[in-house]
C-alpha cells in the first residue's frame, strides 16, 4: 500500500486549500482512505474517511460543513478540499486507510504528511 500526500501549505483564515492523497491500485481497491491530522502538542486525530463501494463518507465534526473528501479510482487519488479554514486547522495532515464507528481510526498504512497552517 503506497499513500503519498501534497497540496499543503500557508493559508490565511477564512481560505481554502487542496489536499491531494495519490494512492496505489491496491489501497484503492481493498480499504477506505482518508485523512487525519496531528496538532502542535496534540494527539492525532481522523477527520475524514471515505470508502470504496458507495462511497460512504465519514467527517470528524469540527469540520463537518466545511471540508469535502473525494476519490477517483480512475486517477488513483482521494483529495479533501478544505473551505473556510480556521488557525484551529493548523496540523500536519496525513493520508491513511482508516474505518469508523464513532470516530475514524486507522487500518495499518499511513503516507508522509503535509503540513497545513492557517495564519494571517
Known amino acids: 500500500v503506497q499513500l503519498q500526500a501534497s497540496g499543503g501549505g500557508l493559508v490565511q483564515p477564512g481560505g481554502s486549500l487542496r489536499l491531494s492523497c495519490a494512492a496505489s491500485r491496491f489501497a484503492l481497491d481493498y480499504y477506505a482512505v482518508g485523512w487525519f491530522r496531528q496538532a502542535p502538542g496534540k494527539e492525532r486525530e481522523g477527520v475524514s474517511c471515505i470508502s470504496g463501494p458507495g462511497p460512504s463518507t465519514y467527517y470528524l465534526d469540527s469540520v463537518k460543513g466545511r471540508f469535502t473528501i473525494s476519490r477517483n479510482n480512475r486517477k488513483g487519488t482521494v483529495d479533501l478540499q478544505m473551505n473556510s479554514l480556521k488557525p484551529e486547522d493548523t496540523a500536519v495532515y496525513y493520508c491513511?486507510?482508516?474505518?469508523?464507528?464513532?470516530?475514524?481510526?486507522?487500518?495499518?498504512?499511513w503516507g508522509k504528511g503535509t503540513l497545513v497552517t492557517v495564519s494571517s
Open positions: 491513511a486507510t482508516c474505518a469508523w464507528n464513532d470516530e475514524i481510526y486507522n487500518t495499518g498504512y
